[in-house]
């Protein structure tokens, strides 16, 4: 067994190996089976692998586990930590998990969260490195009934210094690279909402999927959600991630025809921003 950090070539690799665990996981926790799309997932880990920490642990030049994760002024978000299930519970990834907190804490990270699986294993694992939990994540989905938003509200193309300032509260970092990263995607649309002069909120559509999405304050979160909602499209697979204690995004969710079809965990060493004010883009990036 050999921990080293990714090649340049090995992403395709890793991304294979995500799913191939995720498939598991499903299985055994009786989950709907996950939408394969090893070409996103591969970017993405790209991504990952340039802006922040990718290790992985390798047999005979195979990936057989990986753990990455993202610092951001200071807070270390966990982007993957997957094991071949063959291999799983045999100890592997716990070593390799360690490296990329250790790594973290070099950089100068001091806060540390991750967007867990139900996985037991995983979840007992995350608790004895300091995470503890936090609050749930709920994930909606179906084709979703639009309603106007507020029409005293506008939107425009997003760009990251607009958004710069809401970033900061709402999950304490700048996001710059990360909101280059998303408005990259193929087919992706980030909208500034604004109310006359003031940035009220912000939102991301891709391909059905909305988020991340945020909204100054709680006034404004039920407009900026419903124009997401929109703006993803009437009627057609309408997909979003809501944080326990946003009510608002839960209650707009349900009220929009969506309906909850799984649940994962936020564990942290200490709360992270506004979570009643956000929802996050995936476990790839929060």
Same mark, same amino acid.
């Given at each position: 067994?050999?921990?080293?950090?990714?090649?340049?070539?090995?992403?395709?690799?890793?991304?294979?190996?995500?799913?191939?665990?995720?498939?598991?996981?499903?299985?055994?926790?009786?989950?709907?089976?996950?939408?394969?799309?090893?070409?996103?997932?591969?970017?993405?880990?790209?991504?990952?692998?340039?802006?922040?920490?990718?290790?992985?642990?390798?047999?005979?030049?195979?990936?057989?586990?990986?753990?990455?994760?993202?610092?951001?002024?200071?807070?270390?978000?966990? !982007?993957?930590?997957?094991?071949?299930?063959? %291999? =799983? /519970?045999?100890?592997?990834?716990?070593?390799?998990? &360690? $490296? *990329?907190?250790?790594?973290?804490?070099?950089?100068?990270?001091?806060?540390?969260?991750?967007?867990?699986?139900?996985?037991?294993?995983?979840?007992?694992?995350?608790?004895?490195?300091?995470?503890?939990?936090?609050?749930?994540?709920?994930?909606?989905?179906?084709?979703?009934?639009?309603?106007?938003?507020?029409?005293?509200?506008?939107?425009?193309?997003?760009?990251?210094?607009?958004?710069?300032?809401?970033?900061?509260?709402?999950?304490?970092?700048?996001?710059?690279?990360?909101?280059?990263?998303?408005?990259?995607?193929?087919?992706?649309?980030?909208?500034?909402?604004?109310?006359?002069?003031?940035?009220?909120?912000?939102?991301?559509?891709?391909?059905?999927?909305?988020?991340?999405?945020?909204?100054? !304050?709680?006034?404004?979160?039920?407009?900026? %959600? =419903? /124009?997401?909602?929109?703006?993803?499209?009437?009627? &057609? $697979? *309408?997909?979003?991630?809501?944080?326990?204690?946003?009510?608002?995004?839960?209650?707009?969710?349900?009220?929009?025809?969506?309906?909850?079809?799984?649940?994962?965990?936020?564990?942290?060493?200490?709360?992270?921003?506004?979570?009643?004010?956000?929802?996050?883009?995936?476990?790839?990036?929060?």
């Amino acid at each position: 067994m050999v921990y080293r950090t990714i090649r340049a070539d090995e992403f395709p690799a890793a991304a294979d190996l995500f799913f191939d665990a995720l498939a598991d996981l499903t299985t055994r926790l009786n989950m709907p089976a996950p939408r394969r799309d090893p070409g996103l997932v591969a970017e993405g880990y790209r991504y990952v692998g340039r802006t922040g920490i990718f290790r992985v642990a390798s047999v005979d030049d195979r990936l057989v586990a990986l753990a990455c994760a993202i610092v951001r002024d200071g807070v270390w978000f966990l !982007s993957g930590f997957w094991t071949d299930p063959a %291999l =799983r /519970l045999q100890r592997i990834g716990g070593p390799l998990l &360690r $490296e *990329v907190w250790d790594e973290g804490r070099r950089m100068g990270a001091g806060s540390f969260f991750v967007w867990s699986s139900p996985d037991f294993a995983a979840i007992a694992t995350y608790m004895k490195l300091g995470m503890l939990p936090g609050t749930q994540l709920f994930a909606f989905a179906r084709p979703a009934r639009s309603s106007a938003g507020d029409e005293g509200l506008r939107t425009e193309p997003l760009s990251p210094e607009r958004v710069r300032a809401l970033d900061l509260a709402l999950v304490g970092v700048r996001r710059d690279g990360d909101h280059g990263y998303w408005l990259d995607r193929a087919g992706a649309r980030g909208r500034v909402v604004t109310a006359g002069r003031d940035v009220v909120g912000y939102y991301y559509v891709h391909d059905g999927t909305i988020g991340p999405v945020g909204w100054a !304050s709680d006034d404004a979160g039920e407009a900026v %959600l =419903r /124009l997401a909602i929109a703006d993803a499209g009437d009627g &057609r $697979e *309408v997909q979003l991630t809501a944080p326990g204690m946003n009510h608002t995004a839960i209650r707009v969710a349900l009220a929009s025809g969506l309906r909850l079809v799984r649940t994962s965990h936020l564990l942290w060493t200490e709360p992270v921003g506004a979570m009643d004010r956000y929802l996050p883009s995936g476990p790839l990036l929060f």
